[in-house]
Each structure stands twice: as structure tokens, then as C-alpha cells.
């Protein structure tokens, strides 16, 4: 059974992360004005890369509470949690590039694209909400089905 607590807490992480960054793309209509800000871009990479990490976490907690096979990287945890039905297969690869993108953060953060980095936060915040979205139901059917199975024994 998965801590509601640390379910609640990862996910309003991930929520507020998410909303921070969608504050700065709106500021930011060209790539012109933010490659041109530094330290916006250091913020947006930082910052997304703890909104990943935080995805991660959550679907540890998840697969590590379910008793789901362990991963073996960042990249197939998203595997596991598809493999048990909890984001479907067409997502999955927009998962992997979250992870492929945090691995490129931490370790080759010297080879970071501004434009890239520019792309991810015009085109693909909703990537988190969906997950959000997906996680939460996910997480709503193992309560449910503990509920119908605690009423009929």
C-alpha cells in the first residue's frame, strides 16, 4: 500500500514545480529574450530537473510499495509503473525522455542546449500534468479496489 502521505507530498511538489516553470514560459514568448537571461536558464534547468526527480520519486514509492519489479535506471522505472498499468504504453516514451533529459542535467550539464532546454518549457510542461493525471487515477483504482476488498471479507 502506498503512503498517502508521501504520495500527497510528491505530487503537490511536482504541481508546484510544474506551475513555476509555467509562469516563466509565459514570459518568455521568443528564444531570443531567453537565451539572452542566464540565470532564467539556470533556474528552468534546475528546476526541471527537480520537477523529474520528483516524478521519479513518486513512481519509486509506487513500484517499491506495489512490490513491482525494481528498475535499472531512471528511464525504466517509467517502464514499470506502464509495465503495471499505471501510465499507458503511447506515454511512455515521453517519460524516458524526461529521464534521459534529468541524467543529461546532473551528469553533462556543461552540453545542456539553451534551445532544447527552450522547446521543454514551451511544448512539454504538460508532460507533467499528464503523469499528475495518470498517477492520480492509478492511485485512486488501488483505493478503491482496498475498499472493496476490505467490505467483502
Known sequence: MTDREITDRLISLISEYTRDLKEVA????RISDFK??????????RTLQIDIEACLDLANHIISSKGFREPTSNADTFSVLSENRA????????????ASFRNL????YAKVD????????????KDFDAY??????????????????GKST
Do not use: C, W
Open 26 to 29: 509565459a514570459s518568455y514568448k
Open 36 to 45: 539572452s537571461d542566464k540565470k532564467t536558464q539556470r533556474y528552468v534547468e
Open 87 to 98: 501510465v499507458p504504453p503511447p506515454f511512455l516514451n515521453r517519460l524516458k525522455d524526461m
Open 105 to 108: 542535467m546532473v551528469h553533462n
Open 114 to 125: 539553451v534551445a532544447k532546454v527552450y522547446g521543454i518549457l514551451r511544448k512539454h510542461l
Open 132 to 149: 499528475l493525471g495518470y498517477i492520480v487515477v492509478f492511485l485512486k483504482q488501488e483505493k478503491t479496489i482496498k475498499n472493496k476488498k
